[in-house]
């Protein structure tokens, strides 16, 4: 089962580094973070990666191409025609297609530029910048359990993002979507979704946002599913943001670390 990861923003909250490189290559504990959000899905048994690039896009290309030379033991014989002898496997079992979905193409739309790289077949998708504890297979499980075109990740959190309307009788049915307001205890949407490939059919073009039309019409049409997660879960937005993430590393409390 393929993961798709959006990671063509141009970051601009964090610009002091995403000027140089594209936010989800900002490094925490020394490692992107979207290296961290690969290695949440890959604990999972979750190893089909397509990312969706696009601003500076050669900066994540350059890092798996480099990737497996960078994570293992090597010999360069210079006398030898500079021949390279790899010693040990220490990468990981990825798969990466990486898809430069356009330099100012909006959420939707970079979702809708890997439908050939899907194919007919349901998929995981989350952005590039947040990280979090989720059991990547319960997440599937439930999806599975609902039959309706997507499911997200309902979390609690400060009221910076999207929020979702829950029906208090069905907890897993989305009665509606807006965008951020202050209401104390709406639950926002934190990414990690699971996708049926119907969800193509909701999206127009470039210029569309996922979190708008789309979602709104998956809610109006009751294929739109929220999985209610109260664990850890928490985005790089600001280089505060990045800061903390880097501590909780550092000091070894980091939830989302299991390998």
Request: glycine share 10%; charged share 30%.
């Amino acid at each position: 089962m393929k993961v798709v990861i959006l990671a063509g923003g141009f970051g601009t909250r964090i610009s002091e580094e995403s000027h140089l490189r594209p936010k989800p290559m900002i490094e925490i504990g020394g490692k992107p973070i979207l290296w961290h959000i690969m290695k949440e899905y890959s604990h999972y048994g979750f190893n089909e990666f397509i990312i969706c690039a696009g601003y500076k896009q050669e900066v994540i290309k350059e890092y798996f191409n480099n990737y497996y030379l960078h994570n293992c033991d090597v010999t360069f014989d210079f006398a030898n025609r500079n021949k390279k002898t790899f010693h040990s496997q220490k990468a990981e079992p990825w798969k990466v297609t990486i898809v430069d979905t356009g330099y100012s193409t909006m959420t939707g739309g970079r979702i809708k530029r890997i439908k050939e790289h899907v194919g007919n077949e349901t998929f995981f998708m989350t952005y590039g910048d947040g990280v979090c504890d989720l059991d990547m297979n319960k997440l599937l499980e439930f999806h599975k359990s609902h039959g309706k075109i997507a499911t997200v990740t309902a979390i609690l959190a400060g009221q910076r993002f999207g929020v979702f309307d829950i029906d208090s009788d069905d907890s897993s049915v989305v009665k509606d979507f807006r965008e951020k307001a202050n209401i104390d205890g709406a639950r926002i949407n934190g990414g990690y979704m699971v996708l049926e490939p119907g969800v193509f059919d909701y999206i127009e073009g470039d210029s569309t946002f996922f979190e708008k039309e789309p979602m709104h019409n998956l809610v109006r049409d009751g294929e739109l599913a929220a999985y209610k997660y109260d664990g850890f879960w928490k985005c790089m937005d600001t280089a505060r943001e990045r800061d903390e993430l880097s501590e909780l590393i550092e000091t070894g409390r980091a939830p989302w670390i299991k390998w």
